[in-house]
């Protein structure tokens, strides 16, 4: 059990470097988001048993031009827009997923039901 845990912990850390800035859409929501370590946790627990992991990932894996790669200046002038903060400098990060969203789903669904396996049989 506490192996399971340390797995959860590791993938959760992961998780919200990956996906923290992700925008929601279907399934990744209020309920269910990588914003910050326990509620990372709280999704992985949700993958484990099984709900909804297939909608998550690929909510996980929104690339452009369905999200921004980044807030900066540029990015509103192309699409009409004025820049909404002021004299702040641009943001380095933006809303869209990652490509690497099916091997991290995957890699985290066989090793926690391999280890889910292994406590009950």
């Known amino acids: 059990l506490l192996l399971l845990l340390l797995v959860y912990a590791m993938f959760s850390v992961l998780a919200v470097n990956l996906f923290g800035t992700t925008k929601y859409?279907?399934?990744?929501g209020p309920t269910?988001?990588?914003g910050n370590w326990v509620?990372?946790?709280q999704v992985c627990y949700q993958m484990v048993t099984g709900d909804e992991w297939m909608t998550l990932?690929?909510?996980?894996?929104?690339?452009?031009p369905s999200c921004m790669d980044r807030f900066d200046r540029e990015h509103f002038a192309l699409i009409g827009q004025e820049w909404p903060f002021g004299d702040r400098e641009d943001y380095r990060f933006g809303d869209c997923g990652s490509m690497t969203a099916p091997f991290f789903f995957m890699a985290f669904k066989i090793v926690c039901e391999a280890i889910m396996l292994n406590l009950f049989i």
């Open 25 to 28: 859409a279907a399934r990744l």
């Open 32 to 34: 269910a988001n990588f």
């Open 39 to 41: 509620k990372a946790m």
């Open 57 to 64: 990932m690929e909510d996980c894996s929104v690339q452009p």
